[in-house]
């Protein structure tokens, strides 16, 4: 079993920048890739950006290409999304996610963890 928590959101102006973090728990964190999703009001959760298990193939949706980088260090447990020149359309329930195997996967319906997702505002 593996525990999500994602911590990092707040309200940002637009061209801002922010960190999010997804600390997991359990030993076995190097065997899951991971994933960042994100749901904005009225929407369906969508892909944001996912790593492989040893963070040597990197995903990104089309919308955040060039703005946003994920990482993640496996000594630590953690998971990053680095979010650079912010638009207000990035505002949304930013969740981490965490799907069993090495190869990560746009489809949110293969990660099998979830965090409790953090809130990213992006608005002057």
């Known amino acids: 079993q593996v525990q999500l928590v994602e911590s990092g959101g707040g309200l940002v102006q637009p061209g801002g920048s922010l960190r999010l973090s997804c600390a997991a728990s359990?030993?076995?964190?190097?065997?899951?890739?991971m994933g960042w999703f994100r749901q904005a009001p009225g929407k369906e959760r969508e892909f944001v950006a996912c790593?492989?298990?040893?963070?040597?193939?990197?995903y990104y949706a089309d919308s955040v290409k060039g703005r946003f980088t994920i990482s993640r260090d496996n000594a630590k447990n953690t998971v990053y999304l680095q979010m650079n020149s912010l638009k207000p359309e990035d505002t949304a329930v930013y969740y981490c996610?965490?799907?069993?195997?090495?190869?990560?996967?746009?489809?949110?319906?293969?990660?099998?963890?979830w965090g409790q997702g953090t809130q990213v505002t992006v608005s002057s």
């Open positions: 359990g030993r076995t964190f190097s065997s899951y890739s």
């Open positions: 996610a965490a799907r069993l195997g090495r190869h990560c996967s746009t489809s949110l319906n293969e990660y099998v963890h």
């Open positions: 790593s492989s298990w040893s963070g040597s193939s990197l």
